[in-house]
Each structure stands twice: as structure tokens, then as C-alpha cells.
């Protein structure tokens, strides 16, 4: 929550920012152009150019913090963090409340750790290519993988699978999955 808020602040300060900047910029230019028109023509130019820039400023701080395509890139670098198998990159990806690991309900961070270190017991050099990430509901993504790896006799495993991931409202993963069946992606 307190990351929320602290994102919320950063993000309003920004928009804040660019807002001042670019409301100086066309009230000097209004200025400038206007200066032979009375005072009320120039204030009346004025408020045209801070609603102007104030709609133009929503415009692009909104396509900035776009959510499927931020979404899109933490689903991405989480997968690349899974291949680097370092369990401290890993985590920064799920939540505090992860409410499913795949066959695991709410695992708590020990259990998570021990899944991993399991996991990468059985293969080496592994290798996830993100084919497609569809988003089918609010936070809700199929990513379709390939991934390579190699077994315990050097022997190359190339499996494509589909993953169920589920996103908090800070873009952390609270549920990751396989779909269920009957769930076409």
C-alpha cells in the first residue's frame, strides 16, 4: 500500500510538473504574440491555453502509465528473472499476499524458495521465449512460452506451455497457474 501511494505521489508530481512547465511556456508565448490586445483578452487566451495544456498533459501521462502495456513489460522481465534463477531478482516480481504458485496455495516465501531450488534441480541453461501475452480480464494474462532447457543428461527439452498469471493492483503477481481445463487462451 505504502509503495501505492508513494508511485501515486511520484507519478502526480510528474504530471504537476510537466503541467507548470508547459503552461509557462504558452502563457509567455501568448504573452509575447499578444501584446497589443488588452489585459481580459490576454487572461481569456490564458485560461484557452491552460485547459489546453492541462487536457494535452492528462493525454500523455495517461497513454504513459498505459496499464497492458506496463503490465506487458513486468510479465516479460519476470520471465527473464525466472532464467537468470536468482531467487532474490525473482521475487521482487510476486506480491506479499501471492495467493497461488500452481498446485500451491499461498506458499509462504520459504515454501516458494524451496519450490524454485526443486525446480532448477532438475534442468540447467534454461531458456523462456515469451511467444504472446494475451490479456483476457482485469489483471488477468495467458502467456504462451517456449522453454528450453537442458536435463541432468545434457539432453535439450524444448516445451511449449501456456501460463495463467493474475497481477495485483501494483503489477505483482499474486497467482501464477496453468489454465485450467477447458480454458482456451
Request: hydrophobic share 40%; charged share 25%; with cysteine.
Amino acid at each position: 500500500m505504502i509503495n501505492a501511494i508513494s508511485e501515486f505521489i511520484k507519478n502526480a508530481a510528474g504530471l504537476i510538473l510537466a503541467l507548470v512547465i508547459f503552461s509557462g511556456a504558452v502563457f509567455a508565448a501568448i504573452r509575447i504574440y499578444a501584446h497589443n490586445d488588452d489585459i481580459h483578452e490576454w487572461i481569456r487566451k490564458g485560461v484557452i491555453a491552460v485547459l489546453v495544456a492541462v487536457f494535452i498533459s492528462c493525454l500523455v501521462f495517461g497513454f504513459l502509465q498505459y496499464q497492458p502495456y506496463a503490465n506487458d513489460k513486468i510479465i516479460r522481465e519476470f520471465i527473464k528473472a525466472e532464467d537468470t534463477r536468482n531467487f532474490e531478482k525473482i521475487m521482487k516480481y510476486y506480491s506479499i499476499n501471492l495467493k497461488k504458485y500452481y498446485r500451491n496455495d499461498k506458499p509462504t516465501l520459504d515454501k516458494l524458495h524451496q519450490l524454485y531450488i526443486n525446480n532448477w534441480k532438475l534442468s540447467s541453461n534454461p531458456t523462456t521465449t515469451v511467444q504472446s501475452i494475451k490479456s483476457c480480464d482485469n489483471n488477468v494474462y495467458y502467456v504462451s512460452v517456449i522453454h528450453r532447457s537442458y536435463d541432468n543428461n545434457l539432453d535439450q527439452s524444448d516445451k511449449q506451455r501456456v501460463i495463467y498469471i493474475h497481477l495485483d493492483d501494483q503489477g505483482k503477481i499474486d497467482e501464477i497457474d496453468r489454465p485450467g481445463k477447458g480454458v482456451v487462451p
